[in-house]
């Protein structure tokens, strides 16, 4: 993942508005410290887990991640 994408996932959280239950689901999908925030860690996780999801890695999880790994999205 490059430093463009890492910044652009994190800008993609303030405009997603993507509630804490939802940030914390993601980080339990990924295997990470569940921190309720949307950190580098976290958009790192999420890329890595949209490779092997083969789904377009961005390190944003949005509503294809959510749904391909089980997560309610909410705001």
């Given at each position: ?9 994190l ?12 940030i ?12 309720e925030t949307?950190d ?5 996780a999420v890329?890595?887990k ?7 890695a ?18």
């Open positions: 993942m490059t430093e463009a994408q890492v910044s652009a996932s800008a993609w959280v303030t405009t997603s508005q993507i509630g804490a239950e939802a914390r689901e993601v980080q339990r999908v990924c295997g990470i410290n569940q921190s949307y580098e860690a976290t958009a790192r890329f890595a949209q490779q092997e999801l083969h789904i377009g961005d390190g944003m999880a949005g509503p294809t991640f959510c749904r391909r790994t089980g997560i309610i999205f909410s705001r």
